[in-house]
């Protein structure tokens, strides 16, 4: 039962122009949700994350837009770069609980020159 | 100056060998899990610790038995490995709601 999807397995994009990876999660009682970014043989490691009494959180190139009503999420990267080709993970977290973070599938994002 | 390390790096060892992941944080955050990623590259949570506490224990093996001897350490201990144990493990840490730091991830093969 995977609550956290991505359905994208991958996706290639020209350096300079707009990544959006996306992700959809079945469990209305998440309310927080995070981007991870992953280089092989390292861990995640945190990108940006958004609340869910927020549409939309933004830090540097990096946007985060949440559609509650649609149970979706994108991560928006503009402009892409080489050293964004990594492995993106979305991540969510449920109200109330004791922090357990759920995530997606992954996609693998491949910026090309 | 690593805020969550995993030793070891790399594991590999013979089916029914009993084997101990150790992770350190030094971010003094009170919660710590792991995190199992299979050959599928799923993240599926196993172990969540909350100052030393078991707070979180997903359906897994009982052979797999994390022990927290403070609240900076989350180790992982496996009993009689298997073939499907294969993967890498990842340790992580958090604060209160903030996001979680990971450790480098430790590849286990079984063989």
């Known amino acids: 039962d995977q609550q956290v999807k991505q359905n994208s397995p991958s996706l290639s994009v020209q350096e300079g122009r707009i990544s959006i990876l996306n992700c959809d999660y079945t469990n209305s009682m998440f309310d927080y949700f995070l981007w991870y970014k992953k280089y092989p043989a390292e861990g995640p490691t945190f990108l940006i994350s958004i609340s869910s009494i927020k549409d939309k959180n933004e830090d540097g190139r990096f946007t985060v837009f949440l559609n509650k009503s649609a149970k979706h999420l994108s991560l928006h990267i503009v402009p892409s770069q080489p050293g964004d080709s990594a492995v993106f993970f979305c991540?969510?977290?449920?109200?109330?609980?004791?922090?357990?973070?759920?995530f997606g599938t992954g996609t693998r994002l491949q910026v090309t020159l | 100056d690593t805020a969550v390390s995993q030793t070891p790096k790399y594991l590999v060892t013979q089916m029914g060998n009993d084997k101990s992941i150790k992770c350190e944080q030094n971010l003094g955050h009170d919660t710590m899990y792991w995190y199992k990623q299979d050959s599928k590259k799923f993240l599926k949570i196993m172990f969540s610790?909350?100052?030393?506490?078991?707070?979180i224990n997903e359906t897994v093996p009982n052979r797999f038995s994390p022990k927290s001897p403070d609240k900076a350490h989350l180790n992982l201990h496996i009993n009689s490995l298997e073939l499907g144990d294969s993967a890498v493990y990842f340790c992580?840490?958090?604060?209160?709601?903030?996001?979680?730091?990971f450790g480098q991830g430790t590849r286990l093969t079984v063989v």
């Open positions: 991540a969510a977290i449920p109200s109330g609980t004791a922090s357990k973070l759920t």
């Open positions: 610790y909350n100052n030393k506490e078991l707070i």
């Open positions: 992580a840490s958090r604060y209160g709601q903030d996001e979680a730091f």
